[in-house]
């Protein structure tokens, strides 16, 4: 019979068992941890919003290894880079190809992104450089300042239009305010979808007033379309003569509301403001023009804040310039009036008939307007 006895264990050190006990947690928590035959952790992979085009794969998919992606533009689009969202969490074999790979760290929201295929300069603040050609996507500039700065000088033709992806366009990104947009030039985003995701921030003095912040001032004869525009200055964009306020077109865009306002006309013949998104907020007005000549037609905008015309004829609806009305005038401010004749027909007010306070106080009213003076007239006849 073999010589068997108990023998006791020997006691273990509690810090040890601690140290132990913590490393065993971290080789589980690990998905390839310590050694261990297990499967690493699958991430989540999630298509994001894209515009204008679509990508492989179309629906989450968990992924352990590196993923393909194939982007494709819609008739009229060329692929402008991916994103993610985290950014840190995705590392993309090469964000700037429309197939590609990726692979994550963490699970993350990857989209890509479009822009106009026709233009004459290209502007993407990702994957440009202002030493490359400019001409076209795969050759994108980085910035609009250098992009406006060629354009102006006449070296690709006395009006090109430059095509704008998605991103943001800001200080840390290289720009400089104001961004002056050169006469004659086109800017182009995303018009559809009104400059979604095509962010302009910043804020400059106005060559002509240095107290005066704003993000853009468009020349004569410029057009500003589909871009989203803000500002931590006055206004987001402003325009005055002899440089600007004839024939300046803003397009499809959705205009922040500055500290003052969210454009400031101090000028207007010609052109069009249509089918704008203008945001409200605070004590600020979306548009204020303070002189004209009730030739340029203001149609289709959706006004979340209140309007002002400081003896300004702009053609708010049935005027000189040919408005079709149909703006939406819904902020909770009150509108501000001067002049007599003012046109502002076939338009959409909180009230039918718009309602007129006997006094004015600036910030939120349940008024539709008022009118300063006895000489003010404003002509609100059809709705929509």
């Known amino acids: 019979m ?6 006791p264990v020997p006691k273990e050190d509690p810090h040890v068992k ?32 894209s515009y204008h085009g679509a990508m492989t ?11 393909a992606l194939v982007a494709t533009a819609d008739p009229g689009f060329v692929f402008a880079g991916w994103v993610a969202t985290p950014a840190d969490k995705a590392a993309f074999a090469d964000a700037a190809l429309a197939s590609t790979t990726v692979i994550l760290s963490g699970d993350a929201t990857i989209a890509p992104t ?13 994957l440009g450089a202002d030493d490359a050609t400019g001409t ?13 700065a060629v354009a102006g000088g006449g070296a690709k033709g006395p009006a090109p239009v430059i095509a704008v992806a998605p991103g943001t366009y800001d200080a840390a990104g290289g720009e400089t305010f104001p961004l002056v947009v050169p006469a004659g030039i086109t800017v182009v985003g995303d018009e559809e979808n009104k400059g979604a995701g095509i962010v302009v921030s910043g804020a400059g003095p106005m060559a002509t007033r240095e107290f005066f912040q704003t993000a853009m001032v ?8 589909g871009l989203t525009v803000t500002t931590t200055g006055n206004c987001s964009l402003a325009y005055e003569a002899p440089t600007g306020g004839a024939g300046i077109t803003l397009r499809n865009n959705t205009i922040a509301t500055g500290g003052f306002c969210g454009a400031y006309l101090m000028v207007a013949s010609g052109g069009m403001i249509a089918d704008n998104l203008w945001q409200g907020g605070g004590t600020g007005m979306t548009l204020i023009a303070v002189g004209g000549d009730a030739t340029t ?3 289709g905008n959706v006004f979340q804040g209140p309007v002002e015309l400081d003896n300004n004829y702009l053609d708010l609806g049935g005027g000189a310039g040919a408005s079709t009305g149909h703006n939406q005038f819904i902020g909770a401010g009150m509108n501000f009036f001067t002049g007599l004749g003012v046109k502002a027909r076939d338009n959409h007010w909180r009230h ?16 539709d307007m008022f009118l300063l003076g006895v000489n003010t007239t404003v002509d609100t006849a059809g709705y929509y």
């Not at 913590?22 to 992979?45: E, I, K, M, Y």
């Not at 076209?136 to 406006?148: E, G, M, N, V």
């Open 218 to 225: 468009p020349s004569s004869n410029a057009t500003v379309a």
């Open 114 to 126: 479009f822009m106009v295929a026709t233009a004459t300069l290209f502007v993407n603040p990702r």
């Open 57 to 67: 794969p179309a629906a989450p998919v968990g992924i352990t290894e590196p993923q």
């Open 297 to 299: 037609p203001v149609q």
């Open 352 to 367: 039918a008939p718009p309602t007129v306070s006997p006094t004015w106080a600036q910030g939120p009213s349940e008024y």
């Open 136 to 148: 076209s996507a795969a050759q994108p500039f980085r910035t609009l300042t250098h992009a406006f």
């Open 2 to 7: 073999s010589d068997f006895r108990f023998r």
């Open 18 to 49: 601690m140290l132990r006990l913590a490393l065993a947690v971290a080789c589980l928590a690990l998905a390839a941890g310590c050694g261990s035959d297990d499967a690493p952790t699958s991430r989540l992979l999630t298509p994001g919003t």
